[in-house]
Protein backbone atom coordinates (compact mmCIF):
# COMPACT_ATOMS: atom_id res chain seq x y z
CA UNK A 1 0.00 0.00 0.00
CA UNK A 2 1.02 3.11 -0.93
CA UNK A 3 2.54 5.56 2.13
CA UNK A 4 -0.45 8.19 3.19
CA UNK A 5 0.85 11.99 2.48
CA UNK A 6 1.86 13.63 5.38
CA UNK A 7 -0.42 16.55 6.39
CA UNK A 8 1.22 20.32 5.94
CA UNK A 9 1.19 20.94 9.48
CA UNK A 10 3.71 17.66 9.82
CA UNK A 11 5.37 18.48 6.42
CA UNK A 12 6.47 22.34 8.29
CA UNK A 13 7.62 20.97 11.53
CA UNK A 14 9.79 18.43 10.25
CA UNK A 15 11.18 21.27 7.80
CA UNK A 16 11.55 23.82 10.64
CA UNK A 17 13.62 21.37 12.73
CA UNK A 18 15.66 20.75 10.47
CA UNK A 19 16.40 24.32 9.48
CA UNK A 20 17.50 24.05 13.42
CA UNK A 21 19.82 21.07 13.32
CA UNK A 22 21.51 23.11 10.70
CA UNK A 23 21.35 26.69 12.29
CA UNK A 24 22.91 24.81 15.56
CA UNK A 25 25.16 23.06 13.94
CA UNK A 26 26.88 26.40 11.62
CA UNK A 27 26.80 28.29 15.16
CA UNK A 28 28.72 25.47 16.89
CA UNK A 29 31.68 25.72 13.80
CA UNK A 30 31.70 29.21 14.12
CA UNK A 31 32.05 29.59 17.80
CA UNK A 32 34.42 26.54 17.71
CA UNK A 33 36.82 28.78 15.22
CA UNK A 34 36.24 32.10 17.55
CA UNK A 35 37.78 29.93 20.33
CA UNK A 36 41.01 28.69 18.50
CA UNK A 37 44.18 30.68 18.46
CA UNK A 38 44.70 33.59 16.21
CA UNK A 39 46.69 32.38 12.80
CA UNK A 40 47.29 35.79 11.84
CA UNK A 41 51.19 36.13 10.15
CA UNK A 42 52.82 39.60 10.34
CA UNK A 43 53.61 39.51 6.64
CA UNK A 44 55.71 41.13 5.30
CA UNK A 45 58.15 40.82 8.43
CA UNK A 46 57.33 37.13 8.78
CA UNK A 47 56.49 35.02 6.15
CA UNK A 48 54.98 30.97 5.96
CA UNK A 49 57.24 28.37 4.93
CA UNK A 50 56.69 27.42 0.89
CA UNK A 51 56.23 23.55 0.08
CA UNK A 52 59.24 22.50 -1.59
CA UNK A 53 57.52 21.62 -4.54
CA UNK A 54 56.61 25.20 -4.58
CA UNK A 55 57.26 26.92 -8.67
CA UNK A 56 58.18 30.46 -7.57
CA UNK A 57 61.24 32.65 -9.74
CA UNK A 58 63.29 31.31 -11.96
CA UNK A 59 67.06 30.88 -11.49
CA UNK A 60 69.24 29.94 -14.21
CA UNK A 61 72.36 27.73 -12.00
CA UNK A 62 75.96 27.16 -12.72
CA UNK A 63 78.47 24.37 -11.83
CA UNK A 64 80.75 24.70 -9.04
CA UNK A 65 83.56 25.61 -11.06
CA UNK A 66 81.42 29.10 -12.25
CA UNK A 67 80.82 27.76 -15.67
CA UNK A 68 77.22 28.20 -17.01
CA UNK A 69 74.59 24.82 -16.79
CA UNK A 70 72.54 26.34 -19.74
CA UNK A 71 73.65 24.97 -22.96
CA UNK A 72 71.52 27.01 -25.64
CA UNK A 73 69.43 23.74 -26.77
CA UNK A 74 66.10 25.96 -26.64
CA UNK A 75 64.29 22.66 -25.09
CA UNK A 76 63.04 24.97 -22.02
CA UNK A 77 61.90 27.13 -25.12
CA UNK A 78 59.78 24.55 -26.75
CA UNK A 79 58.48 23.17 -23.99
CA UNK A 80 57.09 26.55 -22.58
CA UNK A 81 53.32 26.23 -23.01
CA UNK A 82 52.93 30.17 -23.52
CA UNK A 83 56.14 30.82 -25.57
CA UNK A 84 57.18 32.91 -22.60
CA UNK A 85 61.10 31.72 -23.10
CA UNK A 86 63.53 33.32 -25.63
CA UNK A 87 67.24 31.73 -26.05
CA UNK A 88 69.37 32.79 -28.47
CA UNK A 89 72.11 30.75 -28.42
CA UNK A 90 75.84 31.29 -29.46
CA UNK A 91 78.82 29.16 -29.79
CA UNK A 92 81.91 28.70 -27.11
CA UNK A 93 85.43 29.37 -28.45
CA UNK A 94 88.64 28.02 -26.21
CA UNK A 95 88.99 32.12 -25.59
CA UNK A 96 85.71 32.53 -24.55
CA UNK A 97 84.06 29.74 -22.49
CA UNK A 98 80.70 30.72 -20.89
CA UNK A 99 79.75 26.38 -20.05
CA UNK A 100 81.14 22.79 -20.73
CA UNK A 101 79.31 22.55 -24.03
CA UNK A 102 79.57 23.86 -27.65
CA UNK A 103 77.04 26.68 -27.31
CA UNK A 104 75.84 28.97 -24.40
CA UNK A 105 72.79 31.25 -24.19
CA UNK A 106 73.63 34.29 -25.21
CA UNK A 107 70.32 35.32 -24.62
CA UNK A 108 68.19 34.42 -22.13
CA UNK A 109 64.81 36.00 -21.29
CA UNK A 110 61.66 34.94 -19.62
CA UNK A 111 58.15 37.40 -19.82
CA UNK A 112 57.14 36.76 -16.39
CA UNK A 113 53.37 38.57 -17.07
CA UNK A 114 52.91 35.03 -19.36
CA UNK A 115 54.62 32.86 -17.45
CA UNK A 116 52.32 30.19 -15.64
CA UNK A 117 55.07 28.44 -13.61
CA UNK A 118 53.70 25.56 -14.80
CA UNK A 119 57.34 24.51 -14.10
CA UNK A 120 57.63 22.96 -17.66
CA UNK A 121 60.94 24.20 -18.65
CA UNK A 122 62.43 22.87 -15.26
CA UNK A 123 61.74 19.44 -16.93
CA UNK A 124 62.47 19.85 -20.44
CA UNK A 125 66.06 21.04 -19.30
CA UNK A 126 68.89 18.06 -20.06
CA UNK A 127 71.28 20.19 -17.42
CA UNK A 128 69.03 21.43 -14.75
CA UNK A 129 70.12 24.76 -15.62
CA UNK A 130 66.69 26.47 -15.13
CA UNK A 131 65.10 26.13 -12.40
CA UNK A 132 62.10 27.49 -10.05
CA UNK A 133 62.99 28.55 -6.71
CA UNK A 134 60.54 29.69 -3.78
CA UNK A 135 60.30 33.05 -4.12
CA UNK A 136 57.32 34.50 -4.58
CA UNK A 137 56.89 38.17 -4.23
CA UNK A 138 57.11 38.91 -8.25
CA UNK A 139 55.22 42.49 -8.00
CA UNK A 140 56.51 45.63 -9.88
CA UNK A 141 55.56 48.55 -11.22
CA UNK A 142 55.95 48.60 -14.97
CA UNK A 143 56.02 46.06 -17.36
CA UNK A 144 59.66 46.30 -18.62
CA UNK A 145 60.43 45.07 -15.69
CA UNK A 146 59.16 41.41 -15.91
CA UNK A 147 60.78 40.60 -18.89
CA UNK A 148 63.77 38.55 -16.77
CA UNK A 149 66.87 39.14 -18.32
CA UNK A 150 69.84 36.63 -17.92
CA UNK A 151 71.80 38.54 -15.86
CA UNK A 152 69.03 38.69 -13.47
CA UNK A 153 68.04 35.25 -13.81
CA UNK A 154 71.82 33.81 -13.19
CA UNK A 155 73.15 32.38 -9.71
CA UNK A 156 75.64 34.02 -8.75
CA UNK A 157 79.46 32.54 -8.97
CA UNK A 158 79.93 29.97 -6.42
CA UNK A 159 83.59 31.32 -6.28
CA UNK A 160 82.69 34.54 -5.46
CA UNK A 161 80.22 33.44 -2.99
CA UNK A 162 83.00 31.15 -1.02
CA UNK A 163 85.25 34.42 -1.28
CA UNK A 164 82.73 36.50 0.40
CA UNK A 165 82.17 34.31 3.35
CA UNK A 166 85.64 33.68 3.89
CA UNK A 167 86.07 37.47 3.64
CA UNK A 168 83.43 38.19 5.94
CA UNK A 169 84.66 35.31 8.47
CA UNK A 170 88.36 36.66 8.51
CA UNK A 171 86.76 40.02 9.78
CA UNK A 172 84.90 38.96 12.35
S1 LIG B 1 57.18 27.81 -15.76
FE1 LIG B 1 55.94 27.16 -17.55
S2 LIG B 1 55.09 29.03 -18.37
FE2 LIG B 1 56.77 29.64 -17.02
S3 LIG B 1 58.57 29.81 -18.33
FE3 LIG B 1 58.56 27.72 -17.53
S4 LIG B 1 57.46 26.50 -19.07
FE4 LIG B 1 57.00 28.67 -19.48
S1 LIG C 1 67.90 26.32 -19.74
FE1 LIG C 1 68.22 24.16 -20.20
S2 LIG C 1 66.67 23.67 -21.74
FE2 LIG C 1 66.84 25.91 -21.68
S3 LIG C 1 68.32 26.42 -23.26
FE3 LIG C 1 69.46 26.23 -21.36
S4 LIG C 1 70.15 24.10 -21.33
FE4 LIG C 1 68.53 24.21 -22.87
Not at 57 to 72: A, S, T, V
Request: a negative charge.
Amino acid sequence: MADEPRPPRQTAQLSLGKELVGLAKSLGATFSEALKPSMTVQYPEDKTPRSERYRGRHYLRRYDNGLERCIGCELCAAACPVGCILVIASENTPEHRVSPGERHAKVYEINMLRCIFCGYCEEACPVQAIVLGPEYELADDSREKFIYTKEMLLEPDPREVVKEVDGAGSKA
